[in-house]
């Protein structure tokens, strides 16, 4: 684990928050678009537990890591944690680790998550070389939970599923089933809550025909439960 700590705080959108930490081994940390990585918060008696979040930006010349974080809502220790958090506060990181990350092989890529599979995908995204094929589409509740900050020279499309669940979110799904697509599988890249993971794979896999090996997911969190699992 890694000493850092907290260099700067801000509200993204609603319920997303940004950590900016900073630590001398941070610029000489290795890590690959799309990762995440433990995160030591307090439990109300100040145990030290481990969560784990979505690395947005890595700045090794500068020794940064900035997190963006989902606030839960009832939240856990993790979500306490990052709503109180403040400039100074000190914490400690473990390595980043990918369960997705760019195929360099692929012939087009594809983006699909809601709020939470964001922070992967659109590090992911903007890291794409110029000319890489990529479609994709972003689900949130509404249009001021669609991140404002830049991604390179693409972007995504957003769909908004207002007061519907993000759990099993047909809204989601919906908008995979207009996704416009080359012929001929590329990779897929889903991530966030666990039911609407598992109903994209099976749109994608079932009725595109899609290779299961094509289809690369990372769960987020399933109802009752928050956290990358």
């Known amino acids: 684990m890694l000493d850092v700590r907290v260099s700067e705080v801000r509200d993204v959108v609603p319920g997303i928050r940004e950590l900016t930490l900073t630590g001398p081994t941070l610029a000489v940390l290795h890590s690959k678009p799309g990762a995440h990585l433990p995160l030591e918060v307090p439990d109300v008696d100040g145990v030290p537990l481990l969560r784990t979040y979505s690395v947005w930006a890595h700045n090794p010349s500068r020794a940064t890591l900035t997190l963006r974080i989902s606030l839960h809502r009832p939240g856990g220790p993790g979500s306490r944690w990052a709503s109180s958090a403040v400039t100074g506060d000190r914490t400690r990181v473990g390595m980043p680790r990918n369960r997705i990350t760019l195929d360099p092989r692929a012939r087009h890529h594809v983006f699909i998550g809601e709020e939470t599979g964001a922070v992967p995908l659109l590090t992911m995204l903007a890291a794409l070389p110029a000319g890489a094929a990529a479609r994709g589409v972003l689900e949130t509740a509404g249009p001021d939970g669609e991140f404002p900050a830049p991604y390179g020279p693409r972007g995504l499309p957003w769909v908004h599923r207002g007061r ?52 690369r997911t990372q769960v987020h969190w399933a109802a009752g439960r928050t956290g990358i699992i």
Do not use: D
Request: hydrophobic share 45%.
């Open 164 to 215: 519907a669940s993000a759990v099993g979110s047909r809204v989601l799904l919906e908008a995979v089933r207009r996704l416009e697509l080359p012929p001929g599988p590329g990779v897929a890249y889903v991530a966030g809550e666990a039911t609407t993971c598992r109903a994209v794979v099976r749109h994608l896999c079932g009725v595109r025909a899609w290779p299961r090996y094509a289809v």
